[in-house]
């Protein structure tokens, strides 16, 4: 387990940024603190801007600074970014074709504590149905670091989720990231494992460890950007090995399973399975007994490899 939280990274790749571009910018609705960027606003007085607890007018401000010329990063917890300030972020920050980086820290069951008024399942599915938008979740501090930068680069708005607390390192120091781009983490022939963000990333991997003592190859890839969907890499995959579990820390209906599922089906029908969220809201607990309950553990992802290639 690292030792940094993720939200340090964060915060520390937006002072490397804002030290080389004046344009970058912070915004927050109350969750410096939550979100990690103190340091910035401290380091950076007059581009660190604090809106209360006001999540739509966040959006609105990014947009407003966003129209002036800056890179605004706006943070606050997933549900707040994706369902209060949902219309905000598609009409003042889309529509008008501007440039804001809006960030969704607490994804999915990682909300924990908070409960189920606050864990955004549902976040990917809205934000996939905005046009021409980014969405990407870095999967650890690696791809966090390489991934705010491409999305500091990338001309238009951009919607990532940030587990905000410690995770398993994946990656070494250097590895390079493209947004829209998957990253093949092993290379099995028998079946595809397609996972997305920091706690999947860890169980998918852990779960072609559990294949492989039963002589399964699998082939695991990191789908950190689930829009635009690397397509030729899924299309690859299905036709190399006809079989395909996605996971992610999400609703199926609307997130990765269902985008490799809608892109496959109309181009090369494929043996799926999806590990996420079936139907549920959330709740209160801890994060080890939410991903229990809602089974998203290498169990299950070995169990569902195991159904499809036992078809």
Known sequence: MSTKEMRAVYCDTLIELAQADDRIMVVEADLMKASGTMRFKEQFPGRGVDVGVAEANLVG???GLSAAGKIPFAAT?????SRRAFDQFFLSANYAHLNVKLVGTDPGVTAAYNGGTHMPFEDVGLMRMVPSLTVFEPADPVSLKALVKASAAHQGCTYMRLHRKPIEPIYS???TFELGKGKVLSDGGDVTIIAMGAIMMVEALKAKDALAKEGIAATVIDMHTVKPLDEELVL????????IVTAENHQ???GLGAAVATYLATVHPTRMAMVGIHDEFGQVGTQAWLQQHYHLTSDEIVTQAKRLLAQ
């Open 61 to 63: 401000v990014a947009s």
């Open 77 to 81: 917890f997933g549900c707040f970014a």
């Open 173 to 175: 120091e250097g590895e």
């Open 236 to 243: 690859a995959q299905a036709k190399r090995t006809g079989a």
């Open 252 to 254: 199926t209906a609307g």
